[in-house]
């Protein structure tokens, strides 16, 4: 969440809201945002539904759910999905930018 908050003003800029989805509960959500006064919206997923949908998996012996990102429209069409294989296996957000810019040539 760190690099998606360095770069949160070039989302901005590209009209992308930016929303986190995590094993948190409600609660311990609302405080982690808070806490971190992070500016993009969080929603917990204690169950993991939402990310069992979008295909994230899990791997307890690398300590739980991959990072898992995709980039979805307004038509909730997937236009980038990136499943990490470890805790670090997270493309950059140039990555997402180059993606991005692409499709709206």
């Known amino acids: 969440m760190a690099q998606l908050r360095l770069d949160h003003d070039q989302f901005v800029s590209r009209n992308i809201q930016v929303v986190i989805l ?29 990310l069992r949908a979008f295909g994230q998996e899990v791997n307890l012996f690398k300590l739980g759910r991959m990072p898992a990102q995709v980039l979805v429209d307004t038509n909730q069409k997937a236009l980038f999905a990136h499943y990490g294989h470890s805790m670090s296996d997270i493309p950059a957000n140039s990555e997402i930018f180059e993606v991005l810019d692409a499709i709206r040539i």
């Open 22 to 50: 995590g094993p948190e509960d409600e609660n311990a959500f609302r405080v982690y945002w808070e806490k971190h006064k992070l500016p993009f919206i969080g929603i917990p997923d204690p169950h993991g539904e939402v």
